[in-house]
């Protein structure tokens, strides 16, 4: 694996696989990479001929100064965990050269940014992530963009971008990699200490909660809801947001009638976590996981739908929990359901933007 700094050596270097017609799949990450990331590197290894992992923590997407100040950055180890997932290219460019002087332009996604992280981060995060997406993929022009379901607001935004732009790329959502006992990789996980680390599980334990009320034939938002509100104050997380939203338009929903985003973010010990679960009404069909033999309601495991957990996973499970079936926003595919001790998934299908 090679490492780039500038546009120029990334051009250089995809020239000939242009030419030769290969394949390309961009991951853009910001560093400090974990089981989420390299999922999202061996699925585009398995699918590209040339893998590129960009590795850039792009300061306009960032809210608060202190947060881009400690975030984790590990290049070196960071190098070694992409290469081993199969990436070809690390481009890993400065922000002089991402941004130089004289940089004056934006690329904006409008109303689907408002709402859920754009509304509690302010327009500027969610304009920082479509621009430099916007100008990762012209540096790259990948075939297809691969990207996790962990950041679901964001999915729904590029998708709007990709098409809005008729940017000739693919999109592939990959499922939320999960540690053991639920909580939801994120390179500031690192900055959790051990007593923020174990009340960081409430977010997993809200979206299970209403889940299970969902796999109980629950529909009223205001409940499902309510659910999810009592066990994170029972670790005393307060949420920065946390809603029930239609998964095309992100608009709040009273009433879980088809597959909804249930989403949430909080700041637990100083450190602002985020995840989310597709909630299914009871009923829909085709979101069965393929090894789904068990009654659903013996089934067990910490998993929510659409995630997988990481390949390091024990394959104890925390204690056993009602399971529920899960769907996919709208214009993506169901992602079957994985038991930890069967990391693969299988039958994914790429989807276009
Ligand atoms: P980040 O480095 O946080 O900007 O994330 C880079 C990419 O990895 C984004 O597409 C994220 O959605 C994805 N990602 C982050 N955490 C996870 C996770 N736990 N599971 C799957 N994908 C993830």
Do not use: W
Request: net charge negative; glycine share 8%.
């Amino acid at each position: 694996m090679r490492t780039l700094r500038t546009v120029g050596e990334l051009r250089a270097a995809l020239a000939p696989a242009r030419e030769t017609g290969s394949t390309i799949g961009l991951v853009p990450t910001m560093g400090a990479l974990h089981e989420g990331h390299l999922s999202l590197i061996r699925r585009a290894r398995e699918q590209c001929d040339v893998v590129v992992v960009s590795l850039f923590v792009n300061p306009a997407q960032f809210n608060e100064h202190s947060d881009l100040e400690r975030y984790p950055r590990s290049e070196r180890h960071d190098a070694g965990l992409a290469a081993e997932a199969g990436a070809d290219l690390l481009f890993a460019p400065s922000v002089e050269e991402v941004y130089p002087p004289g940089f004056a332009t934006a690329v904006e996604v409008l109303g689907l940014t408002d709402r859920l992280e754009g509304a509690s981060r302010g327009a500027a995060h969610f304009r920082g992530v479509t621009t430099v997406v916007t100008k990762l993929l012209c540096m790259t022009m990948p075939d297809t963009l691969y990207l996790g379901q962990k950041d679901a607001q964001q999915v729904i935004v590029i998708r709007r971008l990709v098409a809005d732009l008729n940017l000739p790329v693919q999109i592939e959502a990959l499922p939320t990699v999960r540690e053991a006992d639920g909580l939801a990789l994120s390179s500031r996980n690192a900055l959790l200490d051990p007593a923020a680390r174990a009340r960081a599980l409430a977010l997993h334990a809200a979206l299970h909660a209403a889940g299970e009320l969902a796999e109980a034939g629950e529909r009223s938002a205001q409940v499902l809801l309510d659910a999810a509100h009592d066990a994170l104050a029972s670790a005393a997380v307060r949420p920065d947001y946390l809603a029930l939203v239609d998964p095309d338009t992100l608009e709040p929903l009273t009433e879980l009638y088809r597959p909804a985003l249930l989403a949430v973010a909080a700041s637990v010990g100083g450190v602002r976590l985020i995840d989310n679960a597709v909630l299914q009404p009871t009923g829909v069909k085709g979101v069965r996981r393929a090894d789904d033999t068990m009654p659903r309601r013996v089934r067990a495991t910490a998993l929510l739908p659409g995630d997988r957990a990481p390949r390091t996973t024990p394959t104890k499970l925390p204690s056993p929990r009602v399971s529920y079936t899960g769907g996919a926003p709208a214009g993506e595919t169901v992602h079957p359901q994985t038991s930890a001790t069967t990391p693969e998934r299988s039958g994914e299908t790429r989807c276009s933007a």
